[in-house]
C-alpha cells in the first residue's frame, strides 16, 4: 500500500470554516510534504517539516508531524472556496534519494 | 521564472500508435519524475533521473515505456505500442539538491492527458 494514506478521501465544508486532513505512513522518513492539486493542473508544494520538527506554519495552513504514531494533519484555517482542491502528502525516507512517496490524496471541497 | 515545461497538453491518439511525451525541468534542477495519474490508481512513479541518469524504473509499466534524458533540460517518456489502458494524465516533476538535503520539493508540470481510442 501507499507510504502515506490521508483520511478523509473527501471533505465537504463551508467557507469560512477549518479543514483537517490526515496523513499516516509506514517506515521512518526524512520529511513530510503537502502538496496541493486543483483540477486539471500539476501538483504544487505548499509546505515541508521535517522529521526532528513537530508543527510548522505558513500562513493560513498548519502542519504537525508525530514520529512516534507515524502521522501529519494538514490544517487550512478560515477556508475559502479557492482552497477547493486535492491535497496530497508525500514523504521523503531517509535515504536521500530525492524520490517521494505520494498518498491517495484526500479531496477537499469549501462551499461559498 | 519559468517552470516544468509538458508538452503535448492534450493527446488524443489510436491504439498502436507511438506517443512521445516531452519535459523541461527548471533549469538548475538535477532530478527529474516521471509520474502517471489515474482516479483507479492515483498517482504512480514511473521513473526518475539524477543528473540525467536513471535511477528506478521500477515504476514502469512494462518494455512498451521507455524514458530518456539526453541532457539536463530535455527528457521524453515514449509508449510504443500505445493502448487504452495507457489513458491517463502523465505528469513531469523536477527538484534540486543543491542545497545539500535530498527529498527537495517537487515541481510538477501541468501534465499530459493522454486518451487513447
Known amino acids: 500500500s501507499q507510504q502515506g494514506e490521508e483520511d478523509p478521501q473527501a471533505l465537504s465544508i463551508q467557507e469560512g470554516e477549518n479543514a483537517t486532513m490526515n496523513c499516516s505512513y509506514k517506515t521512518s522518513i526524512n520529511n513530510l510534504q503537502w502538496y496541493r492539486q486543483n483540477s486539471g493542473r500539476g501538483l504544487v508544494h505548499l509546505i515541508l517539516?521535517?522529521?526532528?520538527?513537530r508543527e510548522k506554519h505558513s500562513g493560513r495552513l498548519r502542519v504537525t508531524l508525530d514520529t512516534s504514531k507515524k502521522s501529519s494533519s494538514l490544517l487550512i484555517t478560515a477556508s475559502r472556496a479557492a482552497d477547493t482542491a486535492s491535497y496530497f502528502c508525500?514523504?521523503?525516507?531517509?535515504?536521500?534519494?530525492?524520490?517521494?512517496?505520494f498518498g491517495q490524496g484526500t479531496t477537499l471541497q469549501v462551499k461559498p | 521564472d519559468a517552470g516544468v515545461i509538458q508538452s503535448p497538453r492534450h493527446e488524443v491518439t489510436e491504439m498502436g500508435q507511438e506517443v512521445t511525451l516531452r519535459c523541461k525541468p527548471i533549469?538548475?534542477?538535477?532530478?527529474l519524475f516521471w509520474y502517471r495519474q489515474t482516479m483507479m490508481r492515483g498517482l504512480e512513479l514511473l521513473i526518475y533521473f539524477n543528473n540525467n541518469v536513471p535511477i528506478d524504473d521500477s515504476g514502469m509499466p512494462e518494455d512498451r515505456f521507455s524514458a530518456k534524458m539526453p541532457n539536463a533540460s530535455f527528457s521524453t517518456l515514449k509508449i510504443q505500442p500505445s493502448e487504452p489502458r495507457d489513458s491517463a494524465v502523465y505528469f513531469c516533476?523536477?527538484?534540486?539538491?543543491?542545497?545539500?538535503?535530498?527529498?527537495?520539493?517537487?515541481?510538477f508540470g501541468d501534465g499530459t492527458r493522454l486518451s487513447i481510442l
Open positions: 533549469s538548475g534542477h538535477d532530478y
Open positions: 516533476a523536477s527538484s534540486s539538491s543543491n542545497t545539500g538535503e535530498g527529498n527537495q520539493p517537487q515541481h
Open positions: 508525500a514523504t521523503a525516507r531517509p535515504s536521500n534519494t530525492g524520490k517521494l512517496i
Open positions: 517539516i521535517r522529521s526532528n520538527e
